[in-house]
């Protein structure tokens, strides 16, 4: 009487049985025998090293070491409401101008002060989203979104800020 044929493999792979297919694996390899004792009987490991994150009381509850950590720095959030703040400043000199302008002769000493407060104002507020902006980013830290839109926005108040001066060169010169 003939031995019955093994079905074949239904492997993913392709039709036809696999080296190992319903045979044994060669002795010693995988009957765990082969790692050192005391490597995987959890020895290796502190009591509670893996309690149930969900428990209050465990070490790993909300006070302990898997406490989630920051999503962001503050010097991210610095960067940003810096960015967002020379963008107000912007805002409310574009908006007073006008009435500056209406009110008084165009060379009174209130558009000067206005000019020149806008111009200190916004490249102080631009530097620092600039500034701690690259260094988040260089960094890494967490929160980086914060720090490229704060970079970004402070970026482009200082070429406002270049372009106006350039502006007032140009008015003198032509």
Known sequence: MSQPEPPPSASP???????????????????????????FDGAAYPPGAYAD???????????????????????ALVSFWAGVATVLVGAVYT???????????FASMS????????????????LVAVVTG???LVRRAPGTGFAAAGTA???????????????????RVL
């Not at 969900?54 to 989630?68: C, K």
């Not at 007073?96 to 302008?101: C, D, E, K, R, S």
């Open 134 to 136: 690259l260094v988040v």
């Open 13 to 39: 792979y392709g039709a036809g049985p696999g080296p190992y297919d319903g045979a044994a694996h060669p002795p010693g390899a995988f009957d765990g025998a082969a790692h050192l004792p005391g490597a």
């Open 53 to 75: 994150v969900r428990s209050p009381s465990g070490p790993a509850g909300p006070s302990g070491p898997s406490a989630a950590p920051p999503r962001r720095s503050g010097l």
């Open 95 to 105: 908006l007073a101008l006008p009435v500056v302008i209406r009110s008084m002769s």
């Open 153 to 171: 926005l402070g970026a482009a108040a200082l070429l406002s800020v270049v372009l106006g001066l350039l502006q007032g060169v140009l008015l």
């Open 111 to 126: 558009y000067v002060t206005l000019q020149a407060g806008h111009g200190i104002l916004s490249v102080v507020l631009a």
